[in-house]
């Protein structure tokens, strides 16, 4: 690239997108991307936002999308700080929250390596805001005094072992990450002797094509292979599930069975 302005101060944004859903984009976030000069943006994030980026301002996309190739977080961490020593302001927009497995705190430590300002503003996690929106409270009286987010796929690929702790408790458990894991996560809630956990997943959480699932732990995956459930999918484990309309048709099929 092409040095534009020795003169222009770098700077670095870390903003949360949100969701999918580009309404749900805090006011702070716009006005970011209101005095970008580049941004970076990942595939789980709406390209509708990059509206409030001025007309002349550089956009990039990184990838950052399971199963499809994309920019390594060595190559983005190096790309930010290019962009932002040779045209400014650089907004690094990421899909829910920077802090909420969007390893946005790497890009912080990398971009004040190189002594360039950085500053974050959160976004709507979706391990709180798509539970939300399918009316489903990760905490709820008498339900669910706490909840878990994790990661369905740790950098080795398996599971996490926190997951089987979260299964022992009485929790509401949000997974993120998750879907190729489910059968492999719901055996975890079963041996926890929880078949019978309500149990939820959200393709595309706030998105104008989102799905969703709700049944059991003995059954969500059926359930996910018959509707063709694929990723981006949030899973979500717990009685609170049961608070969403759609699982009285789940008792009555236990009822009809019975």
């Known amino acids: 690239m092409t040095q534009q302005n020795i003169h222009i101060a770098p700077k670095v944004t870390l903003l949360g997108a949100g969701p999918g859903d580009p309404e749900l984009l805090t006011l702070k976030g716009v006005k970011a991307l209101q005095t970008a000069n580049v941004v970076l943006y990942d595939a789980l994030t709406n390209e509708a936002l990059l509206d409030y980026a001025p007309a002349q301002a550089i956009k990039v996309y990184v990838g950052k ?27 690094r927009l990421k899909g829910g929250d920077p802090f909420v ?60 072992d926190d997951i089987y702790q979260a299964a022992n408790s009485n929790a509401t458990v949000v997974v993120l990450m998750g879907l190729k894991q489910l059968p492999k996560i719901a055996e975890v809630f079963k041996a926890a002797g929880k078949k019978q956990l ?44 049961s608070l969403h309309p759609s699982f009285k048709s789940v008792i009555a099929q236990y009822a009809a069975i019975s």
């Open 65 to 91: 999308r399971s199963g499809e190739h994309s920019h390594s977080q060595d190559a983005i961490n190096q790309l930010m700080i290019d962009y932002a020593l040779n045209y400014g302001h650089v907004v």
């Open 198 to 241: 309500p149990a939820a997943v959200v393709q595309n959480g706030s998105a104008e094509n989102e799905k969703l699932i709700v049944s059991t732990v003995e059954n969500i995956v059926a359930r996910v292979q018959e509707e063709e459930i694929q990723a981006p999918a949030l899973l979500i484990f717990g009685e609170v599930v």
């Open 101 to 160: 497995f969007g390893r946005g705190y790497e890009e912080l430590d990398f971009a004040v390596s190189y002594n360039v300002p950085v500053s974050v503003i959160p976004g709507v996690s979706s391990s709180i805001g798509v539970p939300a929106l399918q009316q489903i409270p990760v905490t709820h009286r008498g339900l669910s005094e706490s909840f878990w987010v994790v990661t369905g796929t740790t950098t080795n690929g398996q599971i996490s």
